[in-house]
T-cell receptor, first 113, second 115 residues
Framework: DAGITQSPRHKVTETGTPVTLRCHQT?????MYWYRQDPGHGLRLIHY???????DKGEVSDGYSVSRSKTEDFLLTLESATSSQTSVYFC????????????FGPGTRLTVT | AQSVTQLGSHVSVSEGALVLLRCNYS??????LFWYVQYPNQGLQLLLK??????LVKGINGFEAEFKKSETSFHLTKPSAHMSDAAEYFC?????????????FGKGTKLTVNP
């Protein structure tokens, strides 16, 4: 257990509304990641963070923004949700320099109607 | 950019039979490789990792994987399948350096274990 929680765990929202997903970790890890998982696509990286206020884009960042104002929280925001953003979202942490594996949270299932 | 190919999106075996899940990678540098397992409605759990030490890597739940550089492969095996092994399995390769390390995942293989 890497001490990662995600909230909410399930959310249904309407097209055009803003949505923020939260990832919280308790072990002070520097590196955090947001992925989306869709059938037939595996996991695809949306954004990642390598420290407080240090973030970068991943493979599928369009339509998403992130913020990290403190070590323990990494927020993913959909400014104006679309049906194509219906997915399961996973947060992950990487323990740090010399470690390349990541540990995942339980996921958030988001449905955009 | 690195990439990972998992051959077979669905694999079905009988309980007690050998499990073999295939993973091939492309990497311009010596890779770090991983296998993850995902049970229904759960997050991903690290099964095992290769980080340039022994080429045969043992993981949890009796799984192991062998790194073969000449074949650019990192196949996952288990000698005898259990019903509890039914899950989706993902192979991943690390890319990037200097703080920008990321994982690139294959599309996954769903394992069914028949009684």
């Amino acid at each position: 257990d890497a001490g990662i929680t995600q909230s909410p765990r399930h959310k249904v929202t309407e097209t055009g509304t803003p949505v923020t997903l939260r990832c919280h970790q308790t072990e002070n890890h520097r590196y955090m990641y947001w992925y989306r998982q869709d059938p037939g696509h595996g996991l695809r990286l949306i954004h990642y963070s390598y420290g407080v206020k240090d973030t970068d884009k991943g493979e599928v960042s369009d339509g998403y923004s992130v913020s990290r104002s403190k070590t323990e929280d990494f927020l993913l925001t959909l400014e104006s949700a679309t049906s194509s953003q219906t997915s399961v979202y996973f947060c992950a942490i990487r323990p740090g320099q010399g470690h390349y594996e990541q540990y995942f949270g339980p996921g958030t299932r988001l449905t955009v109607t | 950019a690195q990439s990972v190919t998992q051959l077979g999106s669905h694999v079905s075996v009988s309980e007690g039979a050998l499990v073999l899940l295939r993973c091939n990678y492309s990497s311009s540098v010596p890779p770090y490789l991983f296998w993850y397992v995902q049970y229904p409605n759960q997050g991903l759990q690290l099964l095992l990792k290769y980080t340039s030490a022994a080429t045969l890597v043992k993981g949890i739940n009796g799984f192991e994987a062998e790194f073969k550089k000449s074949e650019t492969s990192f196949h996952l095996t288990k000698p005898s399948a259990h019903m509890s092994d039914a899950a989706e399995y993902f192979c991943a390769v690390s890319e990037g350096q200097g703080g920008s390390e990321k994982l690139v995942f294959g599309k996954g293989t769903k394992l069914t274990v028949n009684p």
